[in-house]
């Protein structure tokens, strides 16, 4: 590990937070560094590739987190990102890889295609996550009804990582697709998934029908 590494572990220990990692592991997180500080972090290191290399490589959550960060995601290739998915453990962690790189990469359509059939349902999910981005920015070329058979036949029975990713891509198809908005309301009525999902005040229902109308609401009141 050479020097900065070492150096920006140890200021990654110093504001590990006690409180603040109970808290992450209840979400299955296993970090105690508050994000706005680890941002502020990222924002002086700015883009170091072979650092970001570095401290994805120690196994550490907070140094992954600040990876992902710092890295330049089109400098990493189609097999260091399939490796990089399967090694992140954690909730965060596996939705900053691909929120932040992976949809910035060349390779973000073939990984989408070769992930959402896998058969570990976290790298699943990850498959779903890029294809519910296609949906909003990119749909033409998707099977938006083929989609929905899938979700409509897998979704009930899904693992919690995959049912959430398949979920928001039945409420996107119904947000953006006016034409398909009953059929995927009606998908959500009948599987019920997520129905009873807590929801504090303020905030939408992650209930697809609930979450479709309340999204088609607001875009037509803006």
Same mark, same amino acid.
């Given at each position: 590990?050479?020097?900065?590494?070492?150096?920006? #572990?140890?200021?990654?220990?110093?504001?590990?937070?006690?409180? #603040?990692?109970?808290?992450?592991?209840?979400?299955?997180?296993?970090?105690?560094?508050?994000?706005?500080?680890?941002?502020?972090?990222?924002?002086?290191?700015?883009?170091?590739?072979?650092?970001? $290399?570095?401290?994805?490589?120690?196994?550490?959550?907070?140094?992954?987190?600040?990876?992902?960060?710092?890295?330049?995601?089109?400098?990493?290739?189609?097999?260091?990102?399939?490796?990089?998915?399967?090694?992140?453990?954690?909730?965060?962690?596996?939705?900053?890889?691909?929120?932040? $790189?992976?949809?910035?990469? @060349?390779?973000?359509?073939?990984?989408?295609?070769?992930?959402?059939?896998?058969?570990?349902?976290?790298?699943?999910?990850?498959?779903?996550?890029?294809?519910?981005?296609?949906?909003?920015?990119?749909?033409?070329?998707?099977?938006? @009804?083929?989609?929905?058979?899938?979700?409509?036949?897998? #979704?009930?029975?899904?693992?919690?990582?995959?049912?959430?990713? #398949?979920?928001?891509?039945?409420?996107?198809?119904?947000?953006?697709?006016?034409?398909?908005?009953?059929?995927?309301? !009606?998908?959500?009525?009948?599987?019920? $998934?997520?129905?009873?999902?807590?929801?504090?005040? !303020?905030?939408?229902?992650?209930?697809?029908? $609930?979450?479709?109308?309340?999204?088609?609401?607001?875009?037509?009141?803006?």
């Amino acid at each position: 590990m050479d020097t900065t590494t070492a150096e920006v #572990m140890a200021e990654l220990a110093a504001l590990d937070d006690p409180k #603040m990692r109970e808290a992450n592991e209840r979400l299955g997180d296993d970090h105690g560094v508050n994000l706005t500080k680890l941002r502020a972090v990222a924002k002086r290191l700015k883009t170091q590739q072979d650092l970001a $290399v570095d401290l994805w490589a120690t196994g550490d959550s907070a140094a992954r987190l600040l990876a992902l960060l710092v890295c330049r995601p089109k400098a990493f290739d189609r097999a260091r990102l399939d490796a990089m998915l399967r090694e992140a453990r954690t909730p965060k962690v596996h939705d900053w890889l691909v929120n932040y $790189v992976v949809k910035k990469s @060349p390779h973000a359509e073939e990984l989408r295609l070769a992930w959402t059939g896998d058969p570990d349902p976290v790298v699943a999910s990850a498959g779903w996550a890029l294809t519910t981005e296609r949906v909003a920015k990119r749909p033409a070329g998707l099977d938006l @009804p083929g989609l929905l058979d899938v979700i409509e036949a897998e #979704m009930k029975d899904a693992p919690d990582r995959l049912q959430w990713a #398949m979920n928001h891509c039945l409420a996107q198809i119904g947000i953006d697709h006016p034409d398909l908005r009953a059929r995927a309301i !009606g998908i959500g009525e009948r599987l019920e $998934v997520l129905k009873d999902y807590p929801t504090s005040p !303020g905030c939408t229902s992650p209930y697809a029908p $609930v979450w479709i109308e309340e999204l088609v609401r607001r875009k037509e009141n803006a």
